[in-house]
């Protein structure tokens, strides 16, 4: 069983750039949640993808999208980048996000920076 | 909103004792789960025990224990024998009605030392 995989680990961005960042969500899961987890902070939810649908978004500006594949795979873009979007930004899937005995697994995170 | 808070920002204990961290929450929901996550440098989140509310029994997992006082809006880990690999930053969680959303503490950082 493969786990949930991130890519990058690791990523140098510019002030005003536009960042995408990719998960593999665990084999047979359909949902995928992002958070946002700052230096010395607990994380931050994002937003939850359901089979390709955005099903929950946390207090997050615009520029923070997302898409979900027909595989579940997901992708986080984040355009004009700010130095406040340094963080390690983490992807967690679960088997089926309507049910409440379906826990998260997460993957290792990409450590994004801004300059 | 919901609001998850975790009042010891470091904690440590020696090998093959006990330690408890404390968590507390503040919800008006009556159905929810609670959940501790461990991230050890590898930076993964991995879940170590969870609660559900309804359930009045404590949550256990080997070495691993929970204190649930749902009245009292608290949550605290009880790590037995503790071990040089429970070393990591130990996160409190609640999970409320919006499902897969979780609301994180700011967690506790746990040194074990030999």
């Known amino acids: 069983e493969t786990g949930v995989t991130q890519s990058p680990t690791h990523l140098i961005k510019t002030r005003g750039q536009q960042v995408t960042l990719r998960c593999s969500s665990q084999?047979?899961?359909?949902?995928v949640s992002w958070y946002q987890q700052a230096l010395g902070q607990g994380p931050q939810f994002i937003f939850q993808?359901?089979?390709?649908?955005?099903?929950g978004r946390g207090n997050f500006p615009p520029r923070f999208s997302g898409l979900q594949f027909p595989n579940y795979s997901s992708e986080l873009n984040v355009n004009a980048l700010e130095l406040d979007d340094s963080a390690l930004y983490l992807c967690a899937s679960s088997l089926d996000g309507r049910l409440y005995n379906s826990p998260l697994h997460f993957g290792n995170g990409t450590r994004l920076t801004v300059t | 909103a919901q609001t998850v808070t975790q009042s010891q920002p470091e904690m440590s204990v020696q090998e093959a004792e006990t330690v408890t961290l404390s968590c507390t929450y503040d919800t008006s929901e009556s159905d929810y789960y609670l959940f501790w996550y461990k991230q050890p440098p590898s930076r993964q989140m991995i879940l170590v025990i969870r609660?559900?509310?309804?359930?009045?029994q404590n949550a256990t997992e080997n070495r691993f224990s929970v204190n649930f006082q749902k009245a009292a809006k608290s949550f605290s880990l009880k790590i037995s024998d503790s071990q040089l690999g429970d070393a990591a930053m130990y996160f409190c969680a609640y999970q409320g009605s919006t499902l897969g959303r979780l609301y994180f503490g700011r967690g506790t950082q746990l040194t074990v030392w030999p």
């Open positions: 084999s047979g899961h359909n949902t």
């Open positions: 993808y359901y089979r390709e649908e955005e099903n």
């Open positions: 609660q559900e509310a309804y359930k009045q």
